[in-house]
């Protein structure tokens, strides 16, 4: 079967800026993020060579999560200075190398990478999904795998019920009790993971869950979801992954295809990459 590489951008990005340390050019500009970033995705396409392919990034503007929940992701840090000069410069590369950019105001690349996975799925195509962001998860299917970009572990839906406990699909419904800590999405305050798993292999889904409280046999436990029954219908709104982004994808546009050599070749003269400019290293052939 062909198979379609998703890659998370925002993750690729982050996690490089952070891998690698005091990389810049002679002049001074910054270029940590900008070459792991690069020799990540080189080496992936190089090995695996998938017929299509496609990068999904966030962008500033406030997505529906952050107008339904002001709150949501408030604890995270603004993004380094550094890291922000070096986004126009991975657009570049990523242009040369004639891969597609799908991205929306409104919607997180979550939203773009699991309605690319959906299209992709009624097509009959194998759909890998690089990212290590946790929620992306819930996206697994027969046909949807996800990569963990540091690792290169794939977890599919055997390894998500023995770490969680419940098929990908059921993990909202974990994480709409528990809550997320890393994106500040609350929860029922009192509520953790393993309480939450065992109110959800006994009732399946949130909302069965509130529309029949009195079989919680807790009292502690059922006064909390009687309390805070539309924090978690919210909480559960925020990490569920919309698949349904209105994005105009021309699916041929994704197949793999042949990178913009000499545009490369002066991007990465430019930023003194003098390794990356031997051509093998970026056709993918």
């Excluded at 998703?6 to 952070?18: A, E, K, P, T, V």
């Excluded at 993971?193 to 009732?203: D, H, P, S």
């Excluded at 909302?207 to 009292?219: C, H, K, S, Y």
């Excluded at 349904?244 to 295809?257: G, L, T, W």
Aim: proline share 5%; glycine share 8%; net charge positive.
């Amino acid at each position: 079967m062909e198979r379609f590489f998703l890659i998370d951008g925002s993750s690729y990005i982050y996690r490089s800026f952070h891998a690698i340390r005091n990389l810049q050019t002679s002049t001074g500009f910054p270029t940590n993020a900008v070459y792991g970033f690069t020799t990540m995705f080189l080496r992936l396409i190089s090995k695996e060579k998938p017929e299509y392919i496609a990068v999904a990034f966030d962008l500033p503007a406030p997505t529906f999560r952050k107008k339904l929940f002001p709150d949501y992701k408030a604890n995270r840090a603004a993004m380094p200075d550094k890291l922000r000069k070096q986004i126009p410069v991975i657009r570049k590369i990523i242009s040369s190398l004639n891969v597609p950019v799908f991205e929306l105001e409104g919607y997180e690349a979550d939203d773009i990478l699991g309605t690319l996975a959906k299209l992709a799925e009624k097509r009959g195509v194998v759909v890998r999904v690089f990212t290590r962001d946790k929620d992306c998860l819930q996206l697994i299917t027969p046909n949807v795998k996800i990569v963990k970009e540091n690792s290169g572990a794939v977890m599919d839906a055997e390894k998500v019920m023995q770490r969680f406990g419940v098929e990908p699909g059921r993990l909202v419904e974990i994480w709409g009790l528990s809550g997320d800590v890393s994106d500040n999405v609350p929860g029922v305050p009192g509520i953790g993971e393993k309480t939450a798993l065992r109110l959800i292999q006994e009732f399946g889904s949130i909302e069965n869950l509130l529309d029949n409280l009195g079989g919680v046999g807790n009292t502690r436990v059922r006064e909390k979801l009687e309390e805070f029954s539309d924090l978690a219908k919210l909480s559960k709104k925020l990490v569920t992954i919309d698949c349904n982004v209105p994005i105009c994808c021309d699916f041929e546009s994704c197949k793999r295809a042949v990178p913009d050599t000499e545009g490369l070749k002066q991007i990465f003269g430019e930023l003194e990459f003098k390794k990356l400019l031997d051509p093998g290293r970026f056709n993918g052939s």
